[in-house]
């Protein structure tokens, strides 16, 4: 198979148009052309009245070894690589003692499925609910301000990427190309084809859920086991070595592998790990606030003339600015045609995030704006990071008025240095509501002085970014995880718990659900290889 890139096409190119294309880049005859796949399909929007498709195609021809000897110095065409998933180890009967995973997000998901395909049978254990009961609760609190901390944004199946806009991409490194297998087994579980070959593929919420209980039954009838409800509150530990864990009703597990993904608001864990000894680290994290404006002036603005064009979607944006106080403000977890979400999993504090349907057609774009913190900002004690984020989120929760209201502020007023009393055309979309208020307070003083320098910055990238009746909503404090738990590189174990495989977001080795997914993988293939090669020993 052959990968051709940078085939470049109009937006409203037929699709035999494609397949000319293709034929004409490598120089065959029609009948030469054996099969074709999308691998990849971007815009360029650099020229807004002449916006193109880029793409990238694996192509099987007659001949093959002809027409790649023919263009071996042809930038654009190259051999395809080979992104089969293979299994590092496979079990014909689960072992006496299985696998045990704590958290059921795209990290603990991920390595649950891998684990049952390869028949370890693996235990999954999930503080919060199934995730249309959790689906259920966390509109309930958006409704009804009754916070459930075991069921919201944050805990239950799935993970806080539920309820996001179900983004799939990332910037990590994937020789391997692991990120294929994850959104194969996506789509294999109800997810839309176009995930396969969108540069910027995404899910949303209401389908993700679908999704995610298909994920669940194919894992389950491999031999895996989920259990809800069913917070880890404590670990077994002897001389170094996981035995098992403790849950919250005194239910003991016992297990000698147990992958820990529990995502980056699990602090009650956190503070247990610490307490158990485990080595952890503080890392940093970024604070700061959601801006929304209307999604019809993100779409002039980034596509011009083909705003609103069906093909192209609601656009999106990517910005970042480096201010003179030496911090860097940039945009996090854009949703084109999103909603402000109320993401707290704590009482009495207050935190936000972003989400997007499939469809993107709600009337606002949202996004983080936010300044990037470092373990400077907060020295001392491993968890500082994370008690930073419970005081911001305390303040927060009082500026709102004590009531899970949102405190919000104009963009005019804010960049003006004076409190909003009222909202202007931009309707927030936060529920259950938001309070006007001065947001100065809201963050540190380096962090506001930050945002108020880039958001005039911003303008010159996106003309109306600052328009004055755009709304800033307080405050998100959770980015990534405030901690690192560290394990060794090589086989993804604690460093000082032998059997204990910290992965994902809140272990602090991904962000966001793709690469998530992908390091719950390479957890679950340690696990994998320690216990068959355990197994071979008693052989």
């Not at 529920?431 to 930050?450: F, K, M, N, W």
Request: aromatic share 6%; charged share 20%.
């Amino acid at each position: 198979m052959l990968r051709l890139t940078e085939i470049r096409l109009p937006i409203d190119h037929h699709e035999e148009a494609l397949r000319a294309a293709i034929l004409d880049r490598l120089g065959i005859p029609g009948n030469a052309l054996v099969s074709y796949t999308i691998f990849r399909r971007s815009h360029d929007a650099r020229k807004k009245n002449a916006i193109v498709f880029t793409y990238t195609i694996d192509v099987t021809v007659e001949d093959e070894a002809s027409v790649l000897a023919r263009l071996k110095d042809h930038t654009h065409v190259r051999p395809a690589p080979d992104m089969t998933y293979r299994f590092v180890a496979e079990l014909a009967k689960p072992p006496v003692l299985r696998p045990v995973i704590i958290g059921c997000g795209p990290c603990g998901l991920f390595a649950a499925l891998i684990l049952a395909q390869s028949g370890f049978c693996p235990i999954i254990l999930e503080r919060g609910k199934a995730v249309r009961e959790r689906t259920k609760d966390t509109f309930g609190f958006w409704r009804t301000r009754k916070l459930d901390p075991e069921s919201n944004v944050q805990f239950g199946e799935g993970g806080a990427g539920t309820f996001s806009d179900g983004k799939l991409h990332t910037q990590i490194k994937d020789p391997k190309h692991v990120g294929r297998k994850v959104l194969t087994e996506f789509v294999t579980a109800g997810a839309p084809p176009e995930i396969l070959y969108a540069a910027k593929p995404h899910i949303g919420t209401f389908r993700l859920v679908k999704v995610i209980e298909n994920m669940r039954q194919t894992i389950e009838s491999l031999g895996g086991e989920f259990r809800f409800e069913s917070r880890v509150d404590d670990l077994v530990v002897e001389n170094g070595k996981i035995r098992g864990v403790i849950l919250g009703d005194g239910t003991s597990i016992e297990s000698e592998h147990v992958i820990l993904a529990v995502g980056h608001s699990a602090r009650d864990t956190f503070q247990m790990l610490y307490d158990k000894g485990v080595s952890m680290a503080p890392k940093p994290f970024s604070i700061g606030f959601r801006i929304e404006h209307p999604q019809s002036l993100i779409d002039q603005c980034r596509l011009g003339p083909n705003a609103g064009n069906p093909l192209l979607g609601a656009a999106d944006y990517k910005l970042v600015h480096h201010c003179k106080n030496g911090r860097s403000v940039y945009s996090f977890c854009m949703c084109p045609g999103g909603t402000v979400v109320a993401a707290a999993s704590e009482p009495g504090r207050l935190v936000t995030n972003g989400m997007s349907q499939y469809s993107r057609n709600e009337r606002n774009a949202n996004a983080a704006i936010v300044v990037g913190i470092s373990p400077d900002d907060f020295p001392g004690h491993p968890l500082a990071g994370m008690e930073l984020q419970r005081r911001l989120e305390e303040k927060a929760f009082e500026l709102g008025g004590s009531s899970y209201n949102a405190p919000c502020q104009l963009v005019g007023d804010f960049l003006e240095g004076k409190p909003s009393t009222q909202l202007g055309d931009v309707i927030p979309s936060y529920q259950p509501g938001v309070t006007p208020c001065d947001l100065s307070s809201a963050l540190p003083e380096y962090a506001i002085e930050a945002i108020r320098e880039a958001l005039p910055a911003f303008e010159r990238w996106i003309p109306g970014f600052t328009m004055h009746d755009a709304v800033l909503t307080g405050i998100e404090t959770r980015t990534s995880s405030p901690v690192r738990i560290t394990r060794n590189p090589d086989d993804c174990q604690s460093v000082n718990i032998k059997g204990l495989y910290p992965a994902g977001e809140g272990a602090g080795y991904a962000g966001g659900i793709l690469s998530s997914a992908v390091d719950g993988i390479q957890a679950a293939e340690a696990v994998a290889q320690a216990i068959a090669g355990a197994e071979k020993q008693k052989i």
